[in-house]
C-alpha cells in the first residue's frame, strides 16, 4: 500500500508513517477482505449501509471498507449512516463534519428513541437490550428507503466471542453474532465484515489514525452489564495464556454437530454400527433383530 495522498483515500491521510501502525493496517485489511469472501458478502454492484457509531470499531469499519473499494476490492457502493438517538449530550456536529471533511457519502438520521426507551425500562435495569432493538429497526427502514441490499456493522472478533459466552452463561444455548444474516423479513442482509479483527488491533488503529471518537456509554447505562462482566473473564484468561481469545474465536469455525448434544443438528437415531457376525448371527436365529423397548 502507498501513502502518497494521490493514492489513498482521504480517511488515510495523516497515516503514521511508523512499520508498526502499516503492520496494524495491512492486518486489518487482510482479515477484513478474509471475512468478506470466506462469508460471501459481496453481491456486485450492491448498496451497503455503512452504520457508524462514532465508536473505535465503525471507524475502522469505514476506512477498511473504503480502502477496499479505493484499491478496487470491493464493487459496491458504501453509504454512510449515523442514527442519533437523542441521547444526552451526544455531539451531534462531530460525525456530520468528519464524513464532509472525508468526502464520505452519508446519512444522518435523528430518531429520538432514547425518550422511548427511558420511558419503558423499569428503573435500575438496563437500556441497552430495547436500544438495539429500535436503533437496528430504524437502520433497516434507512436502508430500504436508500436502496441498500445490506446493514454493515463494526462488530469484531472479541463482540462475537463475548457473545458466545453470553449466550453460553445466561441463554443456555451455543449461539453467537454470524458474519452474514439474513433478517426476519428476508429483504436485508447483515454484515460483519470485522468479524476476525481484534478489538485490541481497532482501538489502536483508531487512536493512531486520530479519529474524533465518541463515547459509547452516553446514556449511562454499561456499569454491570453481563457483557462486561463475560469481557473480565476473557481478559482474566487473556492475561494467564495470551492468544486463548484466538483459540476459542477459533472453535466457533470448527463445530462439530455430531459431538455435541443438539438432535436437530444431527440425526442420532440414525446412527449405526456395521454389523459383525455375531449380530448376524443373532438375525438368522430370531429371524429379526429384537426391537430396542422405547423408555417409559
Known sequence: MLDDNDDIHPLFYGAPKTAEFKKLRKRIVRYTREAIEQYGMIERDARWLVCLSGGKDSYTLLAVLHELKWRGLLPVELLACNLDQGQPG???T???EFLEKMGVEHRIEYQ??????????PEGRTFCALCSRLRRGNLYRIAREEGCSAVVLGHHRDDILETFFMNLFH?????????KLLNEEGDLFVYRPLAHVAEADCEKFARDMNYPIIPCDLCGSQDGLQ????????????K??????QVMFRSLMNARPSHLLDPKLFDFNA???????????IATSLGSLPEIPKLR
Open 90 to 92: 451526544f455531539p451531534a
Open 94 to 96: 462531530v460525525l456530520p
Open 112 to 121: 429520538d428513541t432514547y425518550s422511548v426507551v427511558v420511558d419503558k425500562v
Open 171 to 179: 441463554g443456555g444455548r451455543l449461539a453467537t453474532m454470524p458474519p
Open 227 to 238: 457483557r462486561q462482566q463475560v469481557k473480565q473473564i476473557l481478559d482474566g484468561w487473556e
Open 240 to 245: 494467564n495464556s495470551p492468544g486463548r481469545r
Open 271 to 281: 446412527l449405526s454400527r456395521n454389523p459383525t457376525e455375531s449380530d448376524e448371527g
